[in-house]
């Protein structure tokens, strides 16, 4: 097994490291400054410095060296999900998309929005996407064998479509995929209505953070399902969660990951959420959040930017 990695000026996309985790810390970095994005590996290392994100010309040049690699993985990364289709197709292979477990004898993968998780015997040769976040990371090793690989990105027997890249925008919190989320912001059944989740947003915009939601709330249709946290919505990595009202059901911690800061806002001082936390607040989530709200904007007004949490 072998895991491919997109990568963008030496930055290590989401996920990487777990699906390099899940191919027994084999893995291939192909982009640009990928000698910058080794730090955080270890195992085997191989690099492929081929410049800026071309994902059909890499897709065409990757098939033709990595044909005798029976299994493919790629972090389910927004680069990850569009060059690894790409790859399947050039190298003739199926293609598994979201997977939670890849192994030369099964690929797990989640069908009817994550309700059912589907078994399936691996054929021989395939390619797959690993769910970011679901895998966890393994402690890192020792340091990595690095060693690398020209790639020839000219095409053989005609020419390739390909993406061109207009401009590079910085990713939007208010509507970047969880999974990429660096900050989260979460509501659960102590916020007191729908009108609570607009405040959530506001707080996420000045913080630069996303908006989460417990199942309970997804199922009132205060915020839509794909804002859902959890094993049966989105599995998160943020750095920093911050949990407003939210208990901490099982359901729902097991789709965190492992944030490094986690800041618990409950009047229950002894739920689960209180009990992961690194900041416990025992107060009464909406209070907390309009005085929060109230103190940010205030600051944010005077200083003339937006703060930083």
């Known amino acids: 097994m072998l895991a491919v990695i997109p990568v963008r000026d030496g930055a290590l996309p989401a996920g990487a490291i777990e699906a390099a985790d899940e191919c027994g810390r084999r893995a291939l970095l192909v982009g640009h400054q990928v000698d910058h994005a080794t730090a955080h590996l270890s195992g085997e290392i191989v690099l492929c410095e081929v410049g800026e994100y071309r994902p059909g010309a890499w897709a065409d040049a990757l098939a033709r060296v990595l044909a005798h690699e029976p299994i493919i993985v790629l972090p389910a990364s927004p680069d990850g999900r569009d060059l690894g289709p790409r790859l399947a197709a050039a190298l003739d292979r199926p293609f598994f998309a979201g997977a939670t477990e890849i192994t030369d004898r099964t690929v797990v993968v989640p069908r009817d929005g994550g309700r059912a998780m589907h078994t ?3 054929p021989p040769q395939l390619v797959a996407t690993l769910q970011v976040g679901i895998r966890g990371n393994e402690p890192a090793g020792d340091t990595p064998t690095v060693t690398s ?4 990105l000219e095409p053989v027997g005609g020419s390739i479509a390909d993406a061109h890249v207009e401009r590079v925008l910085a990713p939007d919190a208010a509507t970047i995929d969880l999974a990429e989320a660096g900050r989260i912001v979460g509501g659960g059944a102590g916020l007191s209505s729908s009108a609570r989740f607009e405040q959530l947003a ?3 915009d000045l913080l630069g953070a996303s908006v989460g939601a417990t199942r309970v709330i997804t199922d009132r249709g205060w915020v839509g399902h794909e804002r859902q946290i ?4 989105v599995v998160v990595a943020p750095e920093l969660y911050l949990a407003f009202g939210i208990s901490g059901a099982v359901q729902h911690t097991s789709g965190l990951g492992h944030p490094d800061h986690v800041i618990s806002v409950n ?4 739920c689960p959420m209180m009990q992961l936390a690194d900041l416990g607040v025992v107060a009464d ?3 907390v959040l309009d005085e929060l709200l109230s103190l940010l904007s205030e600051h944010a007004a005077t200083e003339g930017v937006q703060p930083d949490a």
């Open 267 to 270: 009047v229950d001082a002894h």
């Open 120 to 122: 399936m015997p691996a």
């Open 149 to 152: 690989m020209q790639l020839d």
């Open 285 to 287: 989530a909406n209070e």
């Open 202 to 204: 506001e707080l996420g």
């Open 230 to 233: 959890g094993t049966t919505g």
